[in-house]
């Protein structure tokens, strides 16, 4: 199978694609469980019964990376529904392997861009919860642009989120975090479920990775905010 992730054309981009090699048997996934685990731009909106085999609640990642946060909560969670969505083939091919290993059937991917399935794929008040953990913050401002986060894109958000769904983001990034912190509480149709202007604690739901460990560690710090939609 050839390992391309599928785009539509597109002035700004939130991300760049890396050059870093894949193992075979990052390789081998996509020969091997492709066909059960992937999803593909071009099968339009997904149904849960025909993808899954049920209806559950449903909850998307943009941005999985590796997919470690990602495959456990498909472990804790097995009555729900997931969809991760990353544009990194080595990604893709490790979590599908490890999807495999672990006898996971409630997750399936996409390696397309999160805004050419989130306006092809999922139908409107679909989906009860959107996580985005880590995205790149684009530190130099000259690049703030290429800032997932923005007026425009949380637009394009709102309305596959069901009346009263969740949108969970999270960042390592100060100076992001205050961005995030000041596109979401522009949104009138979204509820800060913290205090008003402030971040969240984080959320059972969401495992703390390797990285966000170390990092306290060394002092660094995790920002959460998590909005609801108005009903």
Known sequence: MEIKPEFRPKTVRSFVIRSGRMTDGQKSAFE??????????????????????????????????????????????????????????????????????AGIKNLRVYMADAKDVLSECFYNQSIDRIQIYFPDPWQKKKHHKRRLIQNAFIADVQPKLKPGGILHL??????????????????????????????????????????????????????????????
């Open 32 to 101: 091997n469980h492709w066909q059960v685990y992937g999803v593909e731009l071009n099968r339009g909106l997904l149904e849960q019964e025909s993808v899954f085999g049920r209806a559950a609640e449903l909850v998307v990642e943009i941005g999985f990376g590796m997919g470690d946060s990602l495959l456990q909560m498909c472990l804790e969670s097995p009555d729900t529904n997931f969809v991760g969505i990353e544009v990194h083939p080595p990604g893709v091919g490790r979590i599908m392997n490890r999807a495999a290993e």
């Open 170 to 231: 999270a960042t390592d990034w100060q100076n992001y975090a205050e961005h995030m912190l000041q596109v979401m509480e522009s949104q009138h149709m979204f509820v800060n479920l913290s205090k008003e202007k402030q971040f969240s604690l984080r959320p059972d739901w969401r495992p703390e990775t390797k990285f966000e460990r170390r990092g306290h560690k060394l002092g660094h710090g995790v920002w959460d905010l998590i909005y609801k939609l108005s009903p």
